[in-house]
């Protein structure tokens, strides 16, 4: 007989970002996501307009979190997003302030560049920079590079101490999201490519397949 999954009081949230179809946010929705990203960064594949976003907002379910993902968009961009979209939630991944960042009275995820040189990623460094952030999300690209590469970084370079809650992002898939929450512990891991068929289509197998992964995760006990 199987083992019963054993119930903790956590489990690991699930980001899926980079959605352009209202149908890939229902079905994210429901195989168990718990928030769903719409990038307006300059030059990304996956961006889109203010518009579309509002659209598929509109196809997320209760209880998920929209969040709207900016890398130094210009002040008026931000608020007219925040205006028609009404995200639960910011995402910054270029050189915002913690001024800029709370200027929208949404709560933010501070994105930290983990690739190439280290800045910033000292535990104190990042409370006194950006004291305002419900939390930091902690990426594979480089300061000033984006992100949505697929590509994962070195999860050893991860500060340890960090007092709030982190979301793991960067090179995730259905393949190493098991390894990856046990290797670091995060509140949440954030995907992109790795459930996309093509940048910006979501695929619903992979999608399925890192939410058991997940969960899988979630129940593991050493
Ligand atoms: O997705 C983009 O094109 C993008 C552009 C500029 C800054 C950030 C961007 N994406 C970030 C994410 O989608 C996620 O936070 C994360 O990096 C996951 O990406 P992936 O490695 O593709 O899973």
Redesign the pocket.
Known sequence: MSQPCPRTLFRTRIKF??FTRPGDVRLACELGADAI?F?F?AG????VAAEEARAMRQALAPLVDAVA?F?DNPVDEVREVVRQVRPSLL?F?GNEDDAFCRAFGVPYLK?IPMGGELADQHPSALHTRYPGAAGF?F???AKGS??????TFDWTRIPVGVQKPFVL????TPENVFEAILATLPWGV?????IESA?GLKDGDKMRHFVEEVRRADCHVD
Not at 44 to 47: E, G, T
Not at 146 to 151: D, F, H, L, Q
Not at 190 to 194: I, L, Q, R, T, W
């Open positions: 970002c980079g990203g990038v960064a990304s594949s996956r961006r993902l890398m995402q991944h994105a999300l990426d594979s690209h984006s992100g949505g590469s697929g590509k992002a960067g090179g995730i954030d995907v992109s490519s790795g940048p």
